[in-house]
């Protein structure tokens, strides 16, 4: 599976932006798909997931309530939903995918490159 996001700016504290994921085969009845991030300095950590049938979704406590992350099966994408972002939220963002029906909050079968956000205070 490759994977393709997109969708990463700038963005004021408060303000919202979307990131898409294109997967390049069918993911509706295979993958578990979500989004990680790595801010400078830091480790890569768990952002969001969601199931591969997409009935069920869990978050990282720091972005619960503020991220919504969803998926499309008949067009093989998964968006990430972020609203009221801090400057903390700065990081490249990465789409991920397992087979099954989650990724690891420790990490996935599958990766896409990298798209950055930068959220100024």
């Known amino acids: 599976v490759q994977l393709q996001a997109s969708g990463g700016g700038m963005v004021q504290a408060g303000g919202s932006l979307r990131l898409s994921c294109a997967a390049s085969r069918r993911t509706s009845s295979s993958y578990g798909m979500g989004w990680f991030r790595q801010a400078p300095g830091k480790e890569r950590e768990f952002v969001a997931a969601?199931?591969?049938?997409?009935?069920?979704?869990y978050y990282a406590d720091s972005v619960k309530g503020r991220f919504i992350i969803s998926r499309d099966n008949g067009k093989n994408t998964a968006n990430l939903q972020m609203n009221s972002l801090k400057p903390e939220d700065t990081a490249d963002y990465y789409c991920a995918a397992s087979a099954g029906d989650w990724i690891s909050e420790n990490g996935a079968d599958y990766w896409g490159k990298g798209t950055q956000v930068t959220v100024s205070s």
């Open positions: 969601i199931i591969r049938n997409g009935g069920l979704t």
